[in-house]
C-alpha cells in the first residue's frame, strides 16, 4: 500500500496528549536516528530527494506540512496534521515537503545514521536510477 500511513496509539489522558514509539514494533524498522524540521518559512518546500536505502517514518508533532511521495510511476500527496499520524519513506521513494504551518515540527525516524552517499538529488537519476536491474 502506498503511501504506508501508521496511527500511533495516543496515551494521552485528560492532562493532555502522549504518544509513544518504539522500533520495531510503531515503527517498521531499528531507529538509529532522529532529527527535526521546524521553523520553515510558510512558502519553502524542501526535500526533494530519494534514498537508495534508507528507510524513515516523518510524523508532524506539531502543526501541519504535506508530504509527497513519488514512486517513480505515482505521486501522492499526504497531509501529515497529527502527532498520531506518521508516514513511512521506503527506499527509492522521491519525496517533497510543502505547505508548512508556522509552527510545524517534522519529526524524522531513520533507520541509518546520515550518509550523503545514499542520497539522490536529481530526479532523471532517480528515474534511472529506478530503471536500473
Ligand atoms: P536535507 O536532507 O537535504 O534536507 P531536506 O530534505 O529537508 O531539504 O538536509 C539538509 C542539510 O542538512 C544537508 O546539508 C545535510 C544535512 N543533514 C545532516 O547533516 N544530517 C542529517 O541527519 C540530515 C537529515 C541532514
Known sequence: MFPEIITFKQLGDERGGLVAIEEETSVPFHICRIYYIY???VDV????H???TLSQVGVAVSG???MVLNDGTTEVCTRLDSPTKGVVIRPGIWRSMRCFSHDCVLLVLADQPYDESDYIRNYDDFLSWKCTP
Do not use: L, M, Q, V
Open 64 to 66: 501541519s506540512c504535506e
Open 50 to 52: 530519494a534514498h537508495k
Open 39 to 41: 521553523d520553515t518559512k
Open 45 to 48: 518546500e524542501r526535500g526533494f
